[in-house]
């Protein structure tokens, strides 16, 4: 059960990280085919002052930048590895599940202080003059709390070996000498 759940998580963080949150900082051109309209009915709804286009802290667009080009391979690996049972996956997955737990620390830490509210409030009312959308900590914290719980159970999984890295063993390394490859010839 733990695997699949795991297994589905890596699968939906692909499809969030490139169609929603790539659009924080990617040019909007490139969403002109549909999933461009998500971004506006999911401010209006909770209130992300941190997805308001045009609008984006450096702080976060920086973070979704490290998830484009960290996170995002490793998680296209981890889809692949994780089913062939590589020992590669462990570390992999480790590296994934702390850096993603590590990144949502200051997003809450925004929602929650109030400084952080102050500035939501700022940007929402930028956003919408007419009728700003108001942040809603409910909908914001569950919908970032499984981008926290999950990564850190992936990691907590690929450190102790249990859920969908039960049996697979750590990666061993032999350094690769002129003495190593000629014993290795020797013994064939």
Known sequence: MLSAAVYAYL????????????QAILPSA?????????????????????MVPNATPPWFESLV???????????LYLIYAIPK?????????????????????PIFAHFLTHAGQRE????????SPNSPPTQ???ILLSAYGPFFVMPAV?????????????????PTAEPATRRSSRLAKKKL
């Not at 969030?16 to 949150?21: E, K, R, T």
């Not at 049972?85 to 990144?103: E, F, I, N």
């Not at 992936?154 to 750590?170: D, I, N």
């Open 11 to 22: 699968c939906f963080s692909v499809a969030s990280a490139v169609l929603i949150d790539a």
């Open 30 to 50: 490139l969403y002109e085919w549909g999933p461009k309209h998500a971004l506006p009915f999911w401010v209006k709804l909770s209130g992300d002052c941190l």
């Open 65 to 75: 930048l490290c998830e484009l080009i960290m996170q995002l391979p490793l998680l």
């Open 85 to 105: 049972g590589s020992s590669y996956s462990r570390p992999a997955a480790m590296l994934y599940g702390v850096h993603v737990a590590t990144t949502l620390v």
């Open 120 to 127: 939501c409030a700022t940007t929402l009312s930028t956003y």
């Open 136 to 138: 809603n900590n409910v």
């Open 154 to 170: 992936v990691a907590y999984c690929a450190c102790t070996g249990t859920g969908p890295f039960t049996g697979v063993p750590w």
